[in-house]
């Protein structure tokens, strides 16, 4: 695009990705993303980098309105990076940010927020992973702005995590879906109604720093 106030995509459907990468070496830069007036959106993500969008990035850009801003289950080596997600759907399950698969993945100077009484189920979800590298954030009014639920090698640097009801929540739902090597490094996680820092125990949760 020419910029992501300039180029803005404009989605009239309530479900369903805008972006759905299926190959490699895709590189999204310099666009907007909304919903029309009127269009709340309930499922689907902006840009969804599915197994095989290895070696791609999204970087410059701008998204409003969101169900799922950026969904990463990329295989290897995947850049979200520079840029601002707001006013989150508030539909169950929304997130600006969800990590659902794969390895590599780095999320990099990205700022989210939202209305202090709408906000969205999650900042940044990962539910799976074997490596994730989240650097120089500032996530705000997001309920859970942090929230881990598998992965392995999460490794969270110099990031804020404000202003929500909990700042990182962590809890495997089971054995099968363990939670380790966790680094979290020059993080603010305060002001929030509930908790933040809050580990579950149930499932397997181990090697948290």
Same mark, same amino acid.
């Given at each position: 695009?020419?910029?992501?106030?300039? =180029? $803005?995509?404009? %989605?009239?459907?309530?479900?369903?990705?805008? @972006?759905?990468?299926? =190959? *490699?070496?895709?590189? $999204?830069?310099?666009?907007? @993303?909304?919903?029309?007036?009127?269009?709340?959106?309930?499922?689907?993500?902006?840009?969804?980098?599915?197994?095989? /969008?290895?070696?791609?990035?999204?970087?410059? @850009?701008?998204? &409003?309105?969101?169900?799922?801003?950026?969904?990463? /289950?990329?295989? /290897?080596?995947? &850049?979200?990076?520079?840029?601002?997600?707001?006013?989150?759907?508030?539909?169950?399950?929304?997130?600006? $940010?969800?990590?659902? #698969?794969?390895?590599?993945? &780095?999320?990099?100077?990205? !700022?989210?927020?939202?209305?202090?009484?709408?906000?969205?189920? &999650?900042? +940044?979800?990962?539910?799976?992973?074997?490596?994730?590298?989240?650097?120089?954030? #500032? +996530?705000?009014?997001? =309920?859970?702005?942090?929230?881990? %639920?598998?992965?392995?090698?999460?490794?969270?640097?110099?990031? @804020?995590? #404000? !202003? /929500?009801?909990?700042? +990182? *929540?962590?809890?495997?739902?089971?054995?099968?879906?363990?939670?380790?090597?966790?680094?979290?490094?020059?993080? *603010? %996680?305060?002001?929030? %109604?509930?908790?933040?820092?809050?580990?579950?125990?149930?499932?397997?949760?181990?090697? +948290?720093?």
């Amino acid at each position: 695009g020419s910029g992501e106030k300039s =180029t $803005i995509l404009t %989605t009239t459907q309530a479900t369903g990705d805008v @972006f759905s990468v299926h =190959t *490699w070496g895709v590189h $999204i830069r310099h666009l907007g @993303f909304t919903a029309a007036s009127g269009v709340t959106r309930t499922s689907g993500a902006y840009v969804n980098f599915t197994a095989n /969008a290895v070696q791609s990035s999204l970087e410059h @850009f701008e998204m &409003y309105k969101a169900f799922v801003g950026v969904n990463m /289950a990329s295989g /290897a080596t995947l &850049y979200v990076e520079k840029g601002s997600i707001r006013d989150i759907s508030t539909a169950s399950g929304s997130a600006g $940010i969800v990590v659902s #698969d794969g390895n590599d993945h &780095y999320i990099r100077n990205i !700022t989210m927020d939202n209305q202090a009484d709408r906000q969205p189920s &999650y900042g +940044i979800l990962i539910s799976k992973t074997g490596c994730v590298n989240i650097m120089d954030c #500032d +996530i705000i009014h997001c =309920t859970n702005d942090l929230h881990i %639920t598998g992965g392995a090698s999460i490794y969270v640097v110099n990031c @804020f995590f #404000d !202003t /929500a009801v909990n700042g +990182i *929540w962590i809890e495997s739902p089971s054995d099968s879906s363990p939670i380790v090597r966790c680094h979290f490094i020059g993080c *603010w %996680t305060s002001t929030h %109604t509930g908790g933040g820092v809050t580990i579950v125990n149930s499932g397997v949760v181990d090697t +948290i720093e």
